[in-house]
């Protein structure tokens, strides 16, 4: 096996999900690196890194790809794919240590090098990189422009010679693109472009990777969750199935204690409490009770978590909620302000959740760890930090300790009239000022608080 067929075997190995086989292929690579050029030298520790993120391992892919940035500084290394992956492991790397100029200038230098259309004589190796930037635009930049991106590659498979789209890996990536375009489109609320997405991607794997397929598992659960969630027209029937087989095929692959079956146990949970099945949906989740500073982070499938949280919340399962809501929350804290909308989402149920369990020390810590994170910020950064503050002033309330909940109160309303979305997500921080002045004994200026509260009610919610 030459080295472009081993790399192209790792590209294959890591599309697919096999991490123990792009390992395999890897591993020898990685430990003799005088036998290789710069350049494959780069590559190699380039895909590494991308194997590390697919396993979740950041420290181990922070530094693979450190070592493979002075690399590309080599006069002899001219690859403009090679030089892309790296640049693109740079941008999540910065991403993930927070530094969004560091990510952003890395993801432009190496979206520059890119061009629309794919190389007849390097197709496979040009889709794999649009497949990887597509992903890594949609969490650092956007998903706007991810969608935007995947596109291009789209329109550039649909465009090749019937010769160059005879590789039998291309219909692969094309299933894996869709799965990133569609995951880009829900987030923005895409729904039925996302539905066409998923169901054109499971069409793809069942066809090229066969029914039982990880992969193929994966798109089945992405197109339930959809279906369930579905804000017009949601299909619990269609969802149940597609998620009890999904589940099965991943746990008959991958185990019961893996954290994909367990992430996928979720599915079935929703759908039963869709159906207003509360010991069902229970019995499919593994229930611990996590604070904010043990939770393990994990932000996947955050629009079916949300759903869950706030249903086992209403439904008077507030641990289970906190279960799922606190790594939720971890997750996205670590993510740029993006995912900012899914954020607040998740926050406001947290911090509701901890108020229902009265666990007023982790509201605090909580509170304070948005504010160091994104208090800073633009916007919506200063909206999370206004809902968690105005949960931490109703804490210190609650305890008689007024002057600082006045503060903090006051301080939440001024990071929510720039970073909320209108008057009326502030009216309710100015009702808990309302009612701190009351307790204060300062009727004049409650008075004042409330005539406010009463003018925000009468705006028409557009103004909002």
Same mark, same amino acid.
């Given at each position: 096996?030459?080295?472009?067929?081993?790399?192209?075997?790792?590209?294959?190995?890591?599309?697919?999900?096999?991490?123990?086989?792009?390992?395999?292929?890897?591993? #020898?690579?990685?430990?003799?690196?005088?036998?290789?050029? #710069?350049?494959?030298?780069?590559?190699?520790?380039?895909?590494?890194?991308?194997?590390?993120?697919?396993?979740?391992?950041?420290?181990?892919?922070?530094?693979?790809?450190?070592?493979?940035?002075?690399?590309?500084?080599?006069?002899?290394?001219?690859?403009?794919?090679?030089?892309?992956?790296?640049?693109?492991?740079? /941008?999540?790397?910065?991403?993930?240590?927070?530094?969004?100029?560091?990510?952003?200038?890395?993801?432009?230098?190496?979206?520059?090098?890119?061009?629309?259309?794919?190389?007849?004589?390097?197709?496979?190796?040009?889709?794999?990189?649009?497949?990887?930037?597509?992903?890594?635009?949609?969490?650092?930049?956007?998903?706007?422009?991810?969608?935007?991106?995947?596109?291009?590659?789209?329109?550039?498979?649909?465009?090749?010679? #019937?010769?160059?789209?005879?590789? #039998?890996?291309?219909?692969?990536?094309?299933?894996?693109?869709?799965?990133?375009?569609?995951?880009?489109?829900?987030?923005?609320?895409?729904?039925?472009?996302?539905?066409?997405?998923?169901? /054109?991607?499971?069409?793809?794997?069942?066809?090229?990777?066969?029914?039982?397929?990880?992969?193929? @598992?994966?798109?089945?659960?992405?197109?339930?969750?959809?279906?369930?969630?579905?804000?017009?027209?949601?299909?619990?029937?269609?969802?149940?199935?597609?998620?009890?087989?999904?589940?099965?095929?991943?746990?008959?692959?991958?185990?019961?204690?893996?954290?994909?079956?367990?992430?996928?146990?979720?599915?079935?949970?929703?759908?039963?409490?869709?159906?207003?099945?509360?010991?069902?949906?229970?019995?499919?989740?593994?229930?611990?009770?996590?604070?904010?500073?043990?939770?393990?982070?994990?932000?996947?499938?955050?629009?079916?978590?949300?759903?869950?949280?706030?249903?086992?919340?209403?439904?008077?399962?507030?641990?289970?909620?906190?279960?799922?809501?606190?790594?939720?929350?971890?997750?996205?804290?670590?993510?740029?302000?993006?995912?900012?909308?899914?954020?607040?989402?998740?926050?406001?149920?947290?911090?509701?959740?901890?108020?229902?369990?009265?666990?007023?020390?982790?509201?605090?810590?909580?509170?304070?760890?948005?504010?160091?994170?994104?208090?800073?910020?633009?916007?919506?950064?200063?909206?999370?930090? @206004?809902?968690?503050?105005?949960?931490?002033?109703?804490?210190?309330?609650?305890?008689?300790?007024?002057?600082?909940?006045?503060?903090?109160?006051?301080?939440?309303?001024?990071?929510?009239?720039?970073?909320?979305?209108?008057?009326?997500?502030?009216?309710?921080?100015?009702?808990?000022?309302?009612?701190?002045?009351?307790?204060?004994?300062?009727?004049?200026?409650?008075?004042?608080?409330?005539?406010?509260?009463?003018?925000?009610?009468?705006?028409?919610?557009?103004?909002?």
């Amino acid at each position: 096996m030459t080295r472009n067929d081993t790399f192209r075997a790792v590209r294959h190995a890591l599309i697919v999900s096999d991490h123990a086989e792009a390992e395999r292929h890897l591993a #020898p690579l990685i430990a003799k690196p005088a036998a290789l050029s #710069p350049t494959q030298h780069a590559q190699a520790l380039a895909l590494s890194s991308l194997l590390e993120v697919a396993r979740s391992n950041f420290d181990a892919a922070a530094r693979a790809i450190d070592l493979a940035e002075p690399l590309i500084a080599d006069p002899s290394v001219e690859d403009p794919f090679v030089i892309a992956l790296v640049l693109l492991g740079l /941008a999540d790397r910065y991403w993930h240590a927070s530094d969004d100029d560091g990510a952003f200038e890395c993801l432009n230098y190496a979206l520059d090098g890119l061009a629309p259309e794919l190389p007849a004589e390097r197709t496979e190796e040009a889709l794999f990189v649009v497949i990887v930037a597509t992903s890594c635009v949609t969490h650092i930049d956007g998903p706007e422009r991810g969608v935007c991106l995947g596109e291009i590659g789209l329109r550039a498979l649909d465009a090749l010679s #019937p010769v160059d789209a005879r590789d #039998p890996l291309l219909p692969i990536y094309r299933a894996n693109l869709l799965m990133r375009v569609g995951h880009a489109e829900l987030t923005m609320g895409r729904w039925a472009e996302a539905e066409r997405r998923y169901r /054109a991607a499971l069409r793809l794997r069942r066809t090229h990777l066969g029914p039982d397929h990880v992969q193929t @598992a994966n798109a089945m659960q992405a197109l339930g969750a959809l279906l369930l969630n579905h804000v017009n027209a949601p299909d619990i029937d269609t969802a149940s199935r597609l998620l009890e087989r999904s589940h099965a095929i991943l746990e008959s692959a991958l185990g019961p204690q893996s954290p994909i079956v367990v992430s996928s146990s979720l599915g079935l949970a929703a759908c039963e409490l869709k159906q207003g099945r509360l010991a069902s949906a229970l019995s499919h989740l593994r229930l611990e009770s996590p604070s904010q500073a043990t939770a393990a982070p994990d932000a996947n499938n955050a629009p079916l978590k949300l759903y869950l949280a706030a249903s086992l919340r209403e439904s008077g399962a507030p641990l289970a909620a906190l279960s799922i809501i606190a790594p939720l929350v971890q997750g996205l804290i670590q993510i740029t302000e993006t995912q900012a909308l899914l954020l607040k989402k998740a926050l406001t149920i947290q911090l509701q959740v901890l108020r229902d369990l009265q666990r007023e020390d982790e509201i605090i810590v909580l509170a304070d760890s948005v504010t160091a994170r994104f208090g800073g910020n633009q916007e919506n950064g200063l909206g999370l930090v @206004a809902i968690a503050t105005n949960f931490q002033a109703e804490v210190y309330s609650a305890r008689g300790d007024l002057v600082r909940a006045e503060r903090l109160i006051r301080y939440a309303i001024s990071m929510g009239e720039v970073g909320l979305e209108g008057p009326h997500e502030v009216a309710p921080l100015y009702r808990n000022l309302k009612d701190i002045l009351e307790l204060t004994g300062r009727r004049a200026e409650a008075q004042a608080v409330f005539k406010m509260i009463t003018k925000i009610k009468k705006l028409p919610s557009k103004q909002a």
